[in-house]
């Protein structure tokens, strides 16, 4: 057989198995969408998203939680932001010492391979036992903090770097100092990799259970923010693992997870849009 003809025999048949990979991920991904929406959908109610759930009164409710996931996402974004983006500023725009950078990086991609639950563990220590928080969105949210740290710190890192150093030396050209140059040149040409790492950072915390059970608690009452810092309180992934494992309530489960689905899809396309319109 010729060599050109095995040539294109060879990469028809890779071609092939991309495609056949391609099509499983795909079909993987909408059977379990389309799984959980059918056993979820049937079970979602007005009642159920606004209710609250009540052993005297014998009813479920998941709006405690919605409410929860939102406060935590707001404690945590609120503090992982500064800091993430403030350390990749520095990195990439400051530091002067290749060997120290190159070991927080390192240290950063070793923190996003450990275990959540390793994470929960020490936020218990840390947030609800020594620094005497207790159980709750406070503590919850600070040890999402050092989850998605480094998430936060490598994207923007990398957006950084992206942005042409034609840019950086223009802009110091004309006058600007440091510091003006990061602000109005280099931060907002970046904004899309930013933008990205807040998604993947949100993606996360909506997702997360492991680590707050130990530090957010179990809590299924609806309280104001500033009570639920310190007092336990459940989001949608907890509520979730709380009514499937010890309440038996599989279909009440399956519904939590529809919401899930829509949220996390609500928050991507807000994402992007507020990406894309910083951007302009």
């Known amino acids: 057989m010729p060599f050109s003809a095995k040539r294109k025999l060879w990469n028809g048949g890779v071609r092939s198995l991309v495609y056949l990979a391609s099509g499983l991920t795909v079909g993987l991904l909408l059977f379990l969408i389309g799984y959980i929406l059918y056993r979820g959908i049937p079970y979602l109610s007005w009642k159920l998203l606004t209710g609250e759930t009540s052993y005297i009164k014998d009813t ?52 996003t391979g450990i275990p959540s639950i390793i994470f929960g563990l020490a936020g218990m220590l840390l947030f609800t036992q020594l620094c005497g928080f207790g159980a709750g969105i406070l503590a919850g949210g600070l040890t999402l903090v050092m989850m998605i740290l480094p998430t936060i710190v490598r994207t923007t890192q990398e957006s950084l770097k992206t942005v042409p150093q034609s840019y950086r030396e223009g802009a110091l050209a004309l006058g600007a100092g440091k510091w003006r140059m990061v602000r109005t040149v280099v931060l907002p040409n970046a904004i899309d990799g930013i933008v990205t790492g807040c998604i993947l950072a949100i993606g996360r915390i909506v997702g997360e259970s492991a680590a707050l059970l130990f530090t957010a608690g179990f809590g299924l009452k609806l309280q104001g923010f500033s009570k639920a810092l310190h007092a336990s309180s459940a989001t949608l992934t907890v509520a979730l693992y709380v009514y499937a494992s010890e309440q038996g309530q599989i279909d009440t489960a399956f519904a939590i997870a529809v919401i899930l689905l829509a949220l996390t899809l609500l928050i991507n396309f807000a994402s992007a849009y507020a990406g894309r319109r910083l951007k302009r």
Do not use: D, Q
């Open 60 to 111: 479920i409710g998941i709006l405690p939680n919605i409410v929860n996931t939102l406060y935590i996402i707001v404690v945590a974004m609120a503090v992982v932001l500064p800091l993430g983006v403030g350390a990749a500023v520095y990195l990439t725009e400051y530091a002067k010492s290749k060997r120290a950078v190159a070991l927080i990086e390192f240290a950063a991609e070793t923190l």
